[in-house]
Nanobody
Framework: QVQLVESGGGLVQDGASLRLDCAASGGTFRSLAMGWFRQAPGIKEREFLGAISPSGRTYYPDSLKGRFYVFRDNSKSAAYLDLDTLKPEDTAVYSC???????????????????WGQGTQVVVSS
């Protein structure tokens, strides 16, 4: 069983940058694909932000390319999400997830993930 714990969220100003951490334990981290999602207030669906496969290949939705960056450090069993030029509409709960699956068509789907963290809140003030 893999446990995931996110950290790094908080209240930031419009235009700020932020790094979110996802610490993993209880599994073979290097064999897992890691993804990041967010859920905005009042929105039921999780929005895909990016993912990184065990090989290091990254996937992003076109709407967010250039602002959000996913990377991993296998030696620390950790994944990260860099958020750049944050806007008030980026306010959401950000969650990391781990998957035994891989691939461009699979990783954008929340259903592809086997394990989820509890999420960390990001609030962007105007």
């Amino acid at each position: 069983q893999v446990q995931l714990v996110e950290s790094g969220g908080g209240l930031v100003q419009d235009g700020a940058s932020l790094r979110l951490d996802c610490a993993a334990s209880g599994g073979t981290f290097r064999s897992l694909a890691m993804g990041w999602f967010r859920q905005a207030p009042g929105i039921k669906e999780r929005e895909f932000l990016g993912a990184i496969s065990p090989s290091g290949r990254t996937y992003y939705p076109d709407s967010l390319k250039g602002r959000f960056y996913v990377f991993r450090d296998n030696s620390k069993s950790a994944a990260y999400l860099d958020l750049d030029t944050l806007k008030p509409e980026d306010t959401a709960v950000y969650s990391c997830a781990a998957s035994h699956n891989d691939g461009e068509l699979v990783l954008p789907r929340p259903s592809a993930y086997n394990y989820w963290g509890q999420g960390t809140q990001v609030v962007v003030s105007s």
